[in-house]
């Protein structure tokens, strides 16, 4: 999710042209963020944990949307998925328009369009409605969380951003684990329809307060202009195609993408579809929820653990082998015929797999800095790197769930899975870790 995307993304959402911050003044907090003791960064974490409930939202629901919309195992699948289509096709765009619409605004919109598609589920009566919704959550998806590391970023000071840095990375992992604990209970008093429109709700608090706490645009650059000195002359009047057509030529920004969009599809599969698996295993949805919310949450342990290791010199590609090789092993022992009748062994199999595949995502944004072909496309690479991600979520799923209801059961999926994590392993061999020009 997937998916944490805050370690380094800040760096790569520098305006095309613009001098990164270096000491940003102090901003003057708002009554209310000063009463809740809660910085402005802070609040932008919570923004991100709203939005990663919105992805996470549908695989508690899945039981209870197939018995009330009719949902096969495949739509099932691209309901799992369709909220990343909107990342899948514009997600270079959605990085420029962030900048152009300023940090703030781009939250704000992302947020509203989130409560907005939430609250028209309340009309849907069949699956192809829901889908169509789902899609245009992933646009407010991917508008507030492109702008969020940015904007973090302009808010703190350079001591201060590490932390605030680490505390958005596990942004995903957190909002999907408490989606999956808190859905059960909130489909079982309102049902799935009053489950979406709670979620919504959230979004529009959540924007009401960004909208209150957190200083304009045209506020902070006032901040900026008057303790940084001008950014020398830049290649910012470019057409906007041109860092896009640099990108793509060269190898690395490809590599990183394709890698990411492997890693992506797995998780994905898997993670999404432990309810449904848990409940076919005559699993409450409380117990199914709560188990699937420790898988996602400690996906956040390899956030992190692969950030210090970084920090520490340890090599990327070794830390790539290790999460492919582990999400390949993962997945052959939660699936397999091999282990069936052993249901501790296939959870402690499912944990490896979130918990070491976690250190791919923060490896791969780190790399992001380094294989751009120069400085002016950082951004467009890791934006490239988001399109090719939301690719592998959306096709992942549908994949996965298509093995299944060929072959009459998930015992052959874990083919499809290792098949992505080989994969991995042989792009990372030809990734040349090589700093930008």
Not at 182 to 194: K, N, T
Request: net charge positive; aromatic share 10%.
């Amino acid at each position: 999710m997937v998916y944490a995307k805050g370690l380094f993304s800040a760096i790569s959402q520098t305006p095309v042209g613009q001098a990164p911050a270096q000491k940003p003044q102090p901003m003057q907090r708002s009554a209310l963020t000063s009463y809740l003791n809660l910085p402005p960064a802070g609040i932008i974490i919570l923004s991100g944990i709203v939005l990663a409930m919105h992805v996470g939202k549908i695989p508690p629901a899945l039981p209870v949307l197939q018995h009330a919309l009719n949902v096969s195992l495949v739509q099932a699948g691209f309901l799992l998925s369709a909220v990343q289509l909107a990342g899948m096709a514009l997600g270079v765009l959605a990085g420029m328009t962030a900048d152009r619409i300023g940090l703030r605004r781009s939250l704000l919109i992302g947020q509203l369009i989130l409560a907005t598609a939430s609250f028209a589920a309340m009309a849907v009566t069949q699956p192809i409605g829901l889908l169509l919704l789902r899609a245009l959550e992933g646009m407010g998806f991917l508008l507030a969380a492109l702008a969020a590391p940015s904007l973090i970023r302009q808010l703190v000071r350079p001591s201060q951003l590490p932390l605030y840095l680490g505390l958005w990375s596990t942004y995903m992992g957190t909002g999907i684990a408490l989606a999956l604990l808190g859905g059960p209970l909130a489909l079982h008093w309102l049902g799935w329809q009053g489950w979406w429109v709670l979620l919504g709700l959230l979004s529009c608090a959540i924007a009401l307060w960004v909208r209150y706490a957190i200083p304009s645009d045209r506020t902070r650059a006032h901040a900026a202009q008057a303790s940084v000195p001008p950014a020398p002359a830049a290649p910012a009047q470019l057409p906007w195609w041109k860092p896009l057509a640099l990108t793509l030529r060269h190898r690395g920004p490809w590599q990183v993408a394709l890698l990411f969009a492997l890693y992506s599809s797995q998780w994905l599969a898997v993670i999404g579809f432990l309810p449904a698996l848990y409940a076919q295993a005559g699993l409450g949805a409380t117990q199914a929820g709560a188990l699937t919310a420790l898988a996602s949450f400690i996906n956040v342990v390899g956030n992190i653990t692969a950030g210090r290791l970084l920090q520490q010199g340890w090599c990327a590609r070794h830390l790539l082998w290790i999460g492919f090789s582990c999400m390949g092993v993962g997945a052959a022992l939660i699936f397999g015929l091999w282990t069936e009748g052993q249901p501790m062994l296939r959870y402690l199999a499912v944990l490896m797999f979130s918990a070491v595949g976690g250190m791919i995502p923060t490896v791969l944004f780190s790399l992001a800095v380094r294989v751009a072909p120069n400085e002016y496309t950082v951004s467009t690479t890791v934006g490239w790197m988001q399109q090719c991600s939301s690719a592998g979520q959306f096709l992942g799923a549908p994949l996965v769930a298509w093995v299944a209801s060929q072959v009459g059961g998930w015992h052959w999926t874990w083919a499809l899975t290792g098949t992505a994590a080989c994969l991995g392993l042989w792009i990372a061999r030809r990734v040349r870790f090589q700093p930008h020009r």
